[in-house]
């Protein structure tokens, strides 16, 4: 029996014992390859009225509830689940209905139509966890979740069926890069306000009359939670931080089923939600004498980024901020925690924010790391902004036609088992025409290849770097087990990455990807996290992969197999570099 098997036993056997649901501070659930401290809890779960005890329970991943497919879904509902190791995927299906999903993906297959789904499955601890609520509510479940007794309970819908929310198919792109929003609602205000010291409300105003939405209770922080269904923030509001008992930040999200809003708790003492028209009042009880805790210090120093610019929104007293090449140190006071504490951030120049404990604990310091030290510096308010230090850059574009040579990359094959296509020859060929339409620009374009010439990936970076280029795009061709998988994608480095007059590898990626999918139509699969590409974090400059299409699609393949289509795929290359100089001011 494996350790992981083992660890699951042992925490399933606690439970039982103690015939509640308990904290697991101390629970570590292997996944992605590494043991993870779980710090939420462990719940029951209810099926067609009856308390079952799978070996894997039902927990929180990433704000969302997962539970054991097979343990639930076959033995629970009589649905059958089947697993392709190969491929990762793992299907369910229920009389005419079927869910074909893929471990660490968002994107479904129901019955024939694609989704987006708010959580990939995972497997953890060898047990395949996938999102409750969605898979539940199309296979025709409802799923409730009892806060009494902190059980999760799925069950067959009534004879006269109760409106649920059910995401629509996958759209246009949102705003947001990696984002496909499912809905229509449009979220266009939330205020919240005091209407007596024992008493806040919250308003979330739509533009659609009884607006479906969730609200629910997390811990490990106190948190309520508010989910919009299907909707999307006209303009997703900054975070409000308060002094007002036990309630200390309301702050947004955008999911991909959802408009989320977020209020942070020192301790719930109760809410009530209902719909009003076409707004959601949320009453949340407070206690006015309730003095505020801070577990966290970021949610007091606070890192953002827009229009540009970057801003650290200091909610404590603040010192005066000193800068020495890409560090900023700036001493705090106030009500402070007695732990050092670090947090990444996300935006045009930070990397990381650590928070340093003084002598006591009123003072301390805020130590913002950047990715460079062409950030500018200045104070405004209670917030530090950060703009680009100016360069003046040339119009140069590094262009990697991915694999070549020996390595031919994803290969499509005729029913004869005879080759029909290759990658190396679809990212050479829109490489090429992408060069003559940029040069036709005036742009100084570097090629890593020319010709079906093998060049290690490894080295692609130093070659970009040893060229200087200002901008470094890698045009490859996708691939999967299935043949269903389609669209256009984009990879940058979201975390980190170097920064050249305010652009990013993230906001490069999602220009090129805007560009992508208004010249050919193709289904958007959106930004995503390209760190871990050896041609995306070893360059010094600016830097995405695209995906043109699925080689493994034979319609997109018989597509990027005319010159037609591989013309639109570059003329879009051409025109996001361009929009992102512009964007650089070169």
């Known amino acids: 029996m494996s350790i992981k098997k083992r660890l699951t036993i042992f925490f399933m056997t606690a439970l039982l014992l103690l015939g509640m649901t308990v904290s697991t501070a101390a629970v570590e659930f292997f996944y992605d390859g590494a043991y993870h401290e779980y710090k939420g809890n462990i719940f029951k779960l209810e099926v067609n009225g009856k308390l079952l005890n799978p070996p894997m329970p039902p927990i929180v991943f990433n704000d969302y509830s997962v539970v054991p497919a097979r343990a639930v879904f076959q033995d629970g509902l009589g649905a059958t689940v089947e697993w392709d190791a190969d491929s990762r995927q793992v299907t369910v299906k229920m009389g005419t209905k079927r869910l074909l999903m893929t471990i660490d993906k968002t994107l479904v297959n129901v019955t024939g139509q694609w989704y987006t789904m708010p959580i990939a499955p995972k497997i953890i601890n060898d047990y395949t966890m996938i999102p409750a609520r969605f898979v539940a509510e199309h296979l025709g479940m409802d799923v409730e979740f009892d806060s009494k007794t902190d059980t999760v309970i799925i069950k067959e819908k009534p004879k006269t069926p109760v409106a649920t929310p059910t995401p629509k198919p996958s759209a246009k792109p949102s705003?947001?890069?990696?984002?496909?929003?499912?809905?229509?609602?449009?979220?266009?205000?939330?205020?919240?306000?005091?209407?007596?010291?024992?008493?806040?409300?919250?308003?979330?105003?739509?533009?659609?009359?009884?607006?479906?939405?969730?609200?629910?209770?997390?811990?490990?922080?106190?948190?309520?939670?508010?989910?919009?269904?299907?909707?999307?923030?006209?303009?997703?509001?900054?975070?409000?931080?308060?002094?007002?008992?036990?309630?200390?930040?309301?702050?947004?999200?955008?999911?991909?089923?959802?408009?989320?809003?977020v209020i942070d708790l020192t301790e719930n003492l109760g809410y009530e939600a209902k719909v009003q028209g076409k707004n959601i009042l949320v009453s949340i009880a407070i206690d006015p004498d309730a003095k505020p805790r801070i577990s966290d210090i970021f949610k007091e120093v606070t890192y953002g980024y827009e229009g540009g610019r970057d801003y650290i929104r200091f909610d404590v007293e603040m010192g005066t901020p000193k800068k020495q090449g890409s560090v900023i140190t700036v001493p705090i006071k106030g009500l402070l925690p007695e732990e050092t504490a670090e947090t990444n951030v996300i935006g045009f120049f930070g990397r990381k924010m650590t928070y340093t404990p003084g002598s006591d604990d009123e003072n301390g310091i805020i130590t913002i790391e950047l990715k460079s030290s062409e950030a500018e510096m200045y104070v405004q308010g209670n917030e530090i902004r950060l703009k680009s230090v100016h360069k003046a850059l040339p119009r140069s574009v590094m262009l990697d036609a991915g694999h070549g040579g020996q390595d031919a990359g994803a290969v499509a094959y005729n029913e004869d088992g005879t080759i029909k296509a290759k990658e190396k020859d679809f990212n050479l060929d829109v490489a090429l025409r992408a060069q003559k339409l940029l040069e036709a620009e005036g742009v100084e374009v570097h090629m890593i290849r020319t010709e079906d010439v093998y060049v290690?990936?490894?080295?692609?970076?130093?070659?970009a770097n040893d060229a200087g280029t200002s901008l470094f795009?890698?045009?490859?061709?996708?691939?999967?087990?299935?043949?269903?998988?389609?669209?256009?994608?984009?990879?940058?480095?979201?975390?980190?990455?170097?920064?050249?007059?305010?652009?990013?590898?993230?906001?490069?990626?999602q220009i090129l990807l805007d560009n992508l999918i208004e010249q050919t139509g193709a289904y958007s699969r959106g930004v995503k996290e390209g760190k871990s590409l050896a041609v995306i974090n070893s360059t010094k400059m600016p830097a995405t992969l695209i995906e043109i299409g699925f080689i493994s699609n034979a319609e997109e393949c018989e597509k990027m197999m005319t010159e037609e289509y591989r013309q639109k795929l570059a003329q879009a290359v051409c025109d996001g570099v361009l929009q992102a100089f512009e964007e650089m001011d070169i």
Do not use: C, W
């Not at 299907?230 to 991909?256: A, C, H, L, Y």
């Open 175 to 261: 705003a947001s890069p990696g984002t496909t929003i499912q809905g229509d609602v449009m979220v266009n205000k939330v205020t919240y306000q005091l209407k007596d010291e024992t008493e806040g409300l919250l308003t979330i105003a739509t533009d659609t009359r009884n607006p479906d939405y969730s609200a629910f209770v997390l811990e490990n922080p106190t948190r309520l939670v508010v989910d919009v269904e299907g909707g999307m923030f006209v303009n997703k509001p900054s975070p409000i931080t308060m002094d007002t008992g036990n309630v200390t930040q309301i702050r947004f999200g955008q999911q991909e089923t959802a408009a989320r809003t």
């Open 473 to 509: 795009v890698s045009i490859h061709t996708n691939s999967a087990t299935m043949e269903t998988p389609n669209g256009i994608e984009t990879f940058g480095y979201l975390e980190a990455g170097s920064v050249s007059n305010g652009m990013t590898g993230e906001r490069l990626s």
């Open 456 to 463: 290690d990936f490894l080295r692609v970076g130093s070659i």
